[in-house]
C-alpha cells in the first residue's frame, strides 16, 4: 500500500516536503523507492512494448497508433537565475492491437500493403455518385427511430413515465453493428520531447515511436501502418510525406502510414462548429440562439463554448438539446403555463407513445422543416434546423460510447453533407466509409480495405 501510494503522488505531483512527512506516518514509501519503482515499470513497459510492435505471422497490418500534442507549464511561483516558468512541448501516444476475434472476422490477405497501394491507385479513376453521401431508406427509418429514442428519454426523465415500458417508444435506439466490448489491448508509448506542430515535429514523432518499437525504419515500413490523429497532425504529416515525395525508399517517402481522423477528433471538430452556428450573439437580447438556453440554465455564455474541454462542450449541447426537447413536449401537451412537477408522472402508454409520435411530426420530421419558411416565421425555422443538427452531434455521441460503429458512421454519412456548409472544416470532412464503392473503409469496423 506504501509502495502504491508513493507512485501515485510521484505522478501528482506531491513535493518532497510532504511525501516526507507522509511517509514518517507510514502512509507512503521514500521517494526514492517510488523513483526506482517507477523506474522498473518503465522497463517493463519498454520490452511489453517491443514484443507487441514484433510483427506477427499471417498479420500483414500493425496495431493502430494514436498520438496527440501535449503541453504542460511547469509554474514557478518566485522567479530567480535559472528558476522559471517553463513549457513542455511534447507529444504522447498509444498502439492499439485489434481484438482477435475482429481479426478472425476479416480477410486478412486485403490488410496487406500491396492491397492498399493498389486500393489508392483506384481513387484517381474513382467516380463520384450522389448516392454515395445520400442515406438508404433503412437508414432514414433508423434515424427516425433515433430522434424519437431522444423525444422519449427526455420524457421519461423530466415529464412522465408510461404504464408500460415494453410497449412504449424505446430510449435506446436500435443496435446497427456494435463492437465487442471486451477491454482494449492498449500499450502506452513513452512521452515523447518532439512536438506534433509542425512538418518537422510530426518526423521526429514517427523517428521516437519506430525508435520505441524495437524495429528498424526498413521493418517498420514493410507493413500496413495505421495511426490516428487530429486534424492539424494529419496536415503536418501530408506536409512531410509531400517534402519526401518522389523517393524510392520505402523509410524515406512514409507512405505505408495511413492516417486517419480519430472519431472523437471529427467529433469534436463537427460539434463545435454546429455549436458556433446556432450559438447566435449574446450581446443582443433579442437574438434567440443557443446561448438563451444556456443562460436560462445558469450556464455563461462565454464558457459555453470551451476550445480545451471536450466533454464539456458536448454536456452543454446535451443540455440544450433536451431542454428544446422538453419545450416542444409541453407545447404539443397543451401544458407550458403548467408548473413543472419535480417528479416525472405516469401516463397509459398508448398516450405516450401519441405524445412523441406527435412531437417528432411537428418539430423534427423532414415535412416539419420543408413547410416551416425562414421569413414567415424565423424563429421556428431556426428551431427545427437546430434540432436536427444538434440530435446528430448526441447520437455520435451515445453511439461512440455504445460502441456502435453502424449507428456511428451513419451519423458521418450526415456529416458528409452538412459539412459541405459549415464553416472552419477546410479538409477532412466525415467520411462516408461503409460505402463498398469507396476503396477504405476504417479498421474499427470490419476491416481497413473494402
Not at 518503465?42 to 506477427?56: E, G, I, K, V, Y
Request: glycine share 6%; hydrophobic share 40%.
Amino acid at each position: 500500500m506504501q509502495l502504491y501510494n508513493s507512485i501515485r503522488f510521484v505522478a501528482g505531483g506531491l513535493s518532497d516536503q510532504l511525501n516526507d512527512y507522509l511517509h514518517l506516518l507510514g502512509i507512503t514509501s521514500s521517494r526514492q523507492t517510488a523513483i526506482r519503482a517507477l523506474t522498473f515499470l518503465s522497463t517493463c513497459a519498454a520490452r511489453d512494448l517491443r514484443n507487441a510492435m514484433t510483427p506477427m505471422a499471417g498479420v500483414p497490418v500493425g496495431p493502430s497508433i494514436c498520438i496527440d500534442n501535449l503541453d504542460m507549464e511547469q509554474r514557478v511561483h518566485a522567479h530567480s537565475i535559472g528558476h522559471r516558468t517553463m513549457m513542455f512541448h511534447g507529444s504522447w501516444g498509444y498502439i492499439h492491437h485489434p481484438h482477435p476475434s475482429l481479426l478472425e472476422s476479416l480477410d486478412l490477405s486485403k490488410l496487406s500493403l500491396k492491397s492498399y497501394y493498389e486500393s489508392l491507385q483506384k481513387v484517381s479513376s474513382l467516380i463520384i455518385q450522389p448516392s454515395m453521401f445520400l442515406p438508404t431508406a433503412d437508414e432514414d427509418l433508423h434515424f427516425e427511430a433515433v430522434l424519437k429514442s431522444q423525444i422519449a428519454r427526455v420524457m421519461r426523465h423530466y415529464i412522465a413515465e408510461p404504464s408500460t415500458r415494453d410497449e412504449s417508444i424505446q430510449i435506446h435506439p436500435p443496435s446497427i453493428d456494435p463492437i465487442d466490448c471486451s477491454p482494449p489491448n492498449i500499450k502506452m508509448l513513452k512521452l515523447m520531447d518532439a512536438s506534433d506542430n509542425s512538418a518537422e515535429g510530426i518526423g521526429q514523432v514517427i523517428e521516437s515511436i519506430i525508435s520505441q518499437s524495437g524495429l528498424t525504419a526498413e521493418e517498420f515500413c514493410l507493413r500496413l501502418q495505421v495511426m490516428d490523429g487530429d486534424l492539424g497532425t494529419i496536415q503536418n504529416f501530408n506536409s512531410l510525406r509531400a517534402l519526401r515525395t518522389p523517393s524510392a525508399h520505402p523509410e524515406h517517402n512514409l507512405h505505408n502510414i495511413s492516417f486517419q481522423l480519430g472519431a472523437s477528433h471529427t467529433l469534436w471538430n463537427i460539434a463545435q462548429n454546429i455549436l458556433t452556428a446556432h450559438f447566435g450573439d449574446p450581446t443582443k437580447t433579442n437574438d434567440l440562439g443557443a446561448w438563451h438556453y444556456l443562460h436560462a440554465l445558469g450556464i455563461p455564455s462565454d464558457k459555453a463554448v470551451p476550445k480545451k474541454d471536450f466533454d464539456q462542450m458536448i454536456n452543454n449541447m446535451e443540455k440544450i438539446h433536451e431542454a428544446s426537447i422538453f419545450h416542444c413536449l409541453r407545447v404539443i401537451m397543451g401544458t407550458t403555463r403548467d408548473q413543472v412537477a419535480e417528479t416525472p408522472g405516469k401516463i397509459e402508454t398508448c398516450k405516450w407513445n401519441q405524445i412523441i409520435e406527435a412531437c417528432y411530426d411537428r418539430f423534427f420530421s423532414p415535412e416539419a422543416r420543408r413547410s416551416t419558411s425562414k421569413e414567415a416565421s424565423p424563429k421556428l425555422f431556426a428551431l427545427l434546423h437546430r434540432l436536427h443538427d444538434f440530435s446528430t452531434v448526441i447520437e455520435a455521441n451515445r453511439a461512440m460510447k455504445a460502441g456502435d460503429i453502424g449507428r456511428l458512421v451513419n451519423i458521418w454519412k450526415i456529416w458528409c453533407i452538412m459539412s459541405q456548409a459549415l464553416t472552419g472544416l477546410p479538409i477532412h470532412p466525415p467520411q462516408p466509409s461503409d460505402l463498398s464503392e469507396w476503396p477504405t473503409k476504417p479498421l474499427c469496423g470490419k476491416g481497413l480495405l473494402s
